[in-house]
């Protein structure tokens, strides 16, 4: 059961733009949502969360906003790195970290 | 502070072989969570322990995965006999437990990749 969903496999951007991820979600219950990145080799490493109660939440280049209505989340990042060019995963838990619920990736490259 | 550490990084077996995989948490961490993430697809939740009890091991596939947490510290993850849809990187992250840690944070390792021919 696909509770998170990433339905982006790839996304390509010009160094300086903007990156906007998604994420959509069916599990109401879900009360945190985080950001994770990975490079290759590597395990995931974490990126930015927001919890339920807030709509957007933000760190230097990256913001997240969460759309509780249309069971949706982006992740922003302004501007866009070469270094930032990894594959993004969104995850969703339900009961601080309980059974974190992951997307299946998103990859993103920022083109020089 | 030392992060998660996994052994072995890789490892190729035949189908019906055995395999075990280690991990080490960042030290007092009391949540460790074993995920498989098969190519393509994002990491799916195995089994989590709280300290050497499990919480979670809804999705383990128990006639032929077996995972324990001796001690509350290191954990091992066993596969016996082992499929050919098995092969996928194996992730071990812990977290500081239910009562800490920063808005829900797994720390990964760096993965032990399994194939199976």
């Known amino acids: 059961d696909q509770q998170v969903k990433q339905n982006s496999p790839s996304l390509s951007v010009q160094e300086g733009r903007i990156s906007i991820l998604n994420c959509d979600y069916t599990n109401s219950m879900f009360d945190y949502f985080l950001w994770y990145k990975k490079y290759p080799a590597e395990g995931p490493t974490f990126l930015i969360s927001i919890s339920s109660i807030k709509d957007k939440n933000e760190d230097g280049r990256f913001t997240v906003f969460l759309n509780k209505s249309a069971k949706h989340l982006s992740l922003h990042i302004v501007p866009s790195q070469p270094g930032d060019s990894a594959v993004y995963f969104c995850a969703a838990s339900g009961d601080y970290n309980n059974d974190m619920r992951f997307g299946a990736g998103t990859r993103l490259t920022v083109k020089p | 502070e030392a992060g998660v550490a996994q052994s072995p990084r890789y490892k190729i077996i035949e189908k019906r072989q055995s395999v075990a995989f280690w991990c080490n948490p960042i030290s007092g961490h009391a949540t460790l969570y074993w995920y498989q993430q098969i190519l393509g697809q994002g990491p799916k939740l195995l089994i989590q322990?709280?300290?050497?009890?499990?919480?979670?091991d809804s999705q383990l596939p128990k006639d032929r995965f077996s995972a324990e947490r001796l001690k509350g510290v290191d954990s091992t993850l066993k596969i016996q006999p082992a499929k050919l849809e098995d092969s996928a990187v194996y992730l071990c992250?812990?977290?500081?437990?239910?009562?800490?840690?920063?808005?829900?944070?797994?720390?990964f390792g760096e993965g032990s990749r399994l194939t199976v021919l």
């Open positions: 322990f709280q300290n050497n009890g499990v919480v979670d």
């Open positions: 992250a812990s977290s500081p437990g239910l009562a800490g840690g920063r808005s829900g944070e797994l720390f």
